[in-house]
């Protein structure tokens, strides 16, 4: 979107045509990822930073009105140039390389515009991505399916991220959430928090004892802890003075996150791919254990329009008034209603002042 919307502003697009140019990036982009397959990322490739590139130049290329040789040079641009590791979890690196992705996308179908051309099999070339990044696996049923008209914005569907934390991490929340709603739990009850996860989760959470906010947002200890104190995790708690606050400290040295043969069970990673197992230990004796298989926001149990608002006035409240927030709000909701892409985010009109 940020790539798509920058295009569209700059050509003065309508908002059908922004809408259908995210639509056409996200499907690119999804056919891509779902041809390359799980072991990709699951070797320490992030997907957004490789991935990224491809759906960005798709939907400015869409925008640009580049016919099918022209995209093809720009996507072979964007793919040739892509890469990104995981090793940037739990620091600046990561949002830094989602908007780098952004900008390859575009530069790549803006040069295409203009006559550069690109490896046309970037995907498949002997020396391409498939062969040298993901063992040669690839497969091309997937493109098909695309081209067929699969969408994967309906199926399997869009996940929403509810809380700023890696999503590896939600469904333990989630289940914390549940077990402390249902048995009066209280953080100063707790004696031990244990996460039993897929080995998925467990290498994306590389963060037990995080010290600033972008290592708390890959932490298992910190989720749990945080929502044992706060009842939930917001941008708010991701804060300098909550993450040294001694009391989420203390909570984060109980509990432990484990893999167990269970999760080597492909039927139940098929259906809860980053699920959580919690099991919390009182201090009065005994233990409350709760299983969660996908969070609230994942494709399979959305969130509601009035949960969406709710999480982007938050949001907003940070860097914005609540008049402007709910200006741009209302604008969102009713998008198709505007003439122009420009008119998006366009600044509020204000009464002058008396």
């Not at 295009?7 to 690119?28: I, K």
């Not at 999804?30 to 990322?41: E, K």
Request: net charge neutral.
């Amino acid at each position: 979107m940020p790539a798509a919307l920058a295009v569209a502003e700059t050509v003065n697009a309508s908002v059908a045509d922004l809408l259908t140019a995210f639509v056409a990036g996200s499907e690119a982009e999804y056919a891509v990822g779902a041809a390359t397959g799980i072991g990709f990322y699951e070797r320490g490739w992030w997907t957004t930073g490789v991935f990224g590139p491809v759906g960005a130049c798709a939907a400015a290329a869409r925008l640009l009105g580049l016919d099918a040789p022209a995209t093809a040079s720009a996507l072979g641009m964007a793919v040739a140039g892509a890469g990104a590791t995981k090793a940037c979890f739990g620091t600046d690196a990561k949002p830094l390389l989602a908007g780098r992705a952004a900008e390859a996308g575009v530069i790549a179908a803006l040069l295409a515009a203009r006559g550069a051309t690109g490896p046309a099999d970037a995907l498949e070339h002997p020396r391409g991505f498939a062969r040298l990044l993901n063992g040669g696996a690839f497969d091309g049923s997937e493109i098909d399916a695309f081209a067929a008209g699969r969408w994967r914005l309906l199926d399997p569907g869009i996940d929403v991220k509810r809380i700023p934390l890696c999503l590896s991490a939600h469904a333990a929340v989630d289940a914390v959430r549940e077990l402390v709603a249902s048995h009066g739990v209280r953080a100063a009850d707790v004696a031990r928090v244990i996460c039993q996860v897929p080995a998925l989760v467990a290498a994306n959470l590389v963060h037990p004892r995080p010290r600033t906010r972008q290592e708390a947002m890959f932490s298992m200890p910190f989720a749990v802890a945080a929502t044992l104190l706060f009842g939930d995790v917001g941008l708010r708690q991701l804060a300098d003075e909550v993450i040294a606050d001694p009391r989420i400290i203390e909570l984060m040295a109980r509990v432990e996150m484990l893999t167990v043969p269970a999760w080597d069970d492909r039927s139940l990673r098929s259906t809860a791919p980053e699920g959580a197992r919690v099991r919390i230990e009182l201090h009065r004796g005994g233990a409350v254990e709760g299983f969660c298989a996908a969070p609230r926001g994942a494709a399979s149990r959305p969130l509601s329009a009035a949960e969406i608002d709710a999480k982007f006035r938050d949001c907003a409240s940070l860097a914005s008034d609540a008049e402007r927030a709910a200006d741009l709000l209302r604008r969102l909701r009713t998008v198709e209603g505007l003439a122009s892409a420009r008119d998006l985010l366009r600044a509020p009109e204000r009464a002058p002042a008396p």
